[in-house]
Every structure is written in C-alpha cells, then in structure tokens.
C-alpha cells in the first residue's frame, strides 16, 4: 500500500493552544519508518497551511445562530484538505491526516467521501455532536462529526456535509463526556454510539467489531478517526480534553488490530488532537504511531 501523508497544523477549532504542533511530533516520533517498516512505501505530503489564531478574529459568520470560532478559516482548511484527501485517493493511495484538532474530521471524511458511499468508525471520547446552536464553547472540533453528516446549523453548508456518508453507518466509540444537548441530539440520531460501559460490558474487540459491522453495511469503504482522547489520560497525557476512564494501552491496540483487520476496506484514516505542549516526553505521538502500526498491520508475530 502506498501511504501518503497529510499534515494539517491546526488548533482553530480548540480552546488549548498546542494540537498545531501534533503533526510535527508524530512524525518525529518515527510514523513514515514505522510505515515502511510494516512493508508499506510512505510518501510526506508536507502541511497544509494553517492561519495562526493571532491573524485572525474568532468571529461566527452572520448566517449561523450560535457560536462557531474561526469557522471562515475552518472552512478553507477543510476544502483544501478535502480535495487533498479526494486527490489521493483518486490517485491509488491512502491518506494519512494528522491533525491538528478534530475539526479537521470535516475535510477528511468530504474528500474521502467524494466518490464513495462511506462508513466511519470514530474512535473517541466526545461525541463531536454540538452544532452553533448547542455548543457551550464555540469550539469546533466539539462540532465536527455533526457538521460531517449535516446536523442543525450545517444542514446546508455544503463545504462540510460529506456527501456520501449516512448516519446509519456512522459508529462512534469510547464515548464518556457529552454535553447535554449534544446527548439529546445523538439519541435521536441514527449513530450508533458504543460508550466505555459497552466496552466495559462487551470487550473492545466485540465493540470494535460491531462498530465496522455498521460502517462496512452496504458501503465502498471506511474512514476511520482516531481522537488520541480516546485513550484514558494516565496512556495519553498529551491531548488538548482528556478525560478520565478512557481505554488502556493494550484495549487500544486491540482496537487498531480490528482496524487492521479489514485493511482491505479502509479508505482513509486520520489521528488527531496531539498536543505536546500537555504531554511527557513526546509519549503521545510515539503512542500514536504506535496505534497507527497496528492499524496499518503491524502484529506482534508477523
């Protein structure tokens, strides 16, 4: 397989300064060795550019109600990063975001989408699911997998509606921190949404399962997003929203083995959130690389 390495360097859609240096880290952490090493080649792609939140106002556009920080810049990054995304999938390889905050999830799944009928299994600990109108902070990444599938507000903002991706074969997984509002809205959804009590109850691999069970039903393939938050913060100190009770080293691996698993119908994936302003030693990007190993088929005997 031939990975192709997208970076995008923004921390627009976050309330902690740090995500933009993600990129930078996880490649230092060895991610295109790690890659070859599995017997992929590995191409850089470099970073999309990003505008520094100094440059610009936090200001919402007039034709939402609500609250949506620096959602004009988070548009252009998404388009650019959409058809970034669509380009290389379009030419045979399989890209490999790094983020950044999660509100880069909005260009990722549109590009990957551009072509396709998608399913998406969203590892982490949020939901993603406010809209302008719900959020209690303005943030986007809080926003991202609503804007994806059109929700509220982003019904008709076709720069972030993924085009091809129904909500019924969207699964999120590891959740533990909603919003109460976000929670009202994720019921009434067709999303399936597996909290830490199913993996308590079930085991990350059967959860993992079900949840491509869902994205593989009648789809061309599937995105798959990891939120390095869907790690408990004592395995991943260095994220912008941790949250206590999160999945264990090894539940995580066994999570990205599933994903190696059906490596065949993986269209994209993105890791995203890495903040090494919060973290020890670089220990979350080398975690992440880890985790994308394992998704890309590194096996313990292999």
């Known amino acids: 397989m031939r990975v192709r390495l997208i970076g995008v360097p923004m921390d627009l859609g976050a309330d902690r300064r740090g995500v933009d240096m993600g990129p930078s880290a996880i490649r230092y952490a060895g991610l295109a060795s790690e890659v070859e090493a599995i017997g992929h080649d590995c191409v850089d792609g470099g970073d999309l550019t990003v505008p520094q939140p100094e440059t610009v106002e936090p200001i919402s556009p007039d034709y939402f109600d609500g609250d949506a920080k620096y959602l004009a810049e988070t548009r252009d990054v998404c388009n650019r990063l959409a058809d970034e995304v669509g380009e290389t999938v379009s030419s045979g390889a399989f890209p490999l975001v790094l983020g950044g905050d999660h509100s880069i999830a909005i260009g990722t799944v549109r590009g990957a989408a551009a072509d396709a009928d998608l399913g998406v299994v969203w590892f982490d600990a949020h939901g993603d699911y406010n809209t302008p ?93 990891l939120d390095m938050d869907f790690l408990d913060p004592d395995e991943a100190p260095g994220v912008g929203t941790p949250v206590r009770g999160g999945t264990t080293y090894r539940e995580a691996h066994a999570a990205m083995e599933r994903v190696g698993d059906h490596i065949e119908r993986i269209r994209s994936m993105e890791v995203v959130e890495v903040n090494p302003i919060l973290d020890q030693h670089n220990r979350t990007a080398e975690l992440a690389v880890e985790l994308v190993a394992s998704a890309l088929g590194k096996r313990i005997l292999a």
């Open 133 to 225: 109108v719900t959020t209690p902070s303005g943030n986007v990444h809080g926003m991202s997998l609503a804007a994806t599938l059109g929700v509220g507000e982003f019904t008709d903002e076709g720069w972030a509606v993924a085009p091809r991706v129904d909500p019924a074969n969207v699964a999120v997984v590891g959740l533990r921190s909603l919003d109460d509002d976000e929670r009202l809205a994720l019921l009434d959804s067709d999303v399936t949404a597996f909290t830490m009590s199913d993996i308590d109850d079930r085991g990350l691999p059967e959860v993992a399962e079900a949840a491509f069970d869902v994205a593989t039903d009648g789809t061309d393939g599937v995105h798959v997003s």
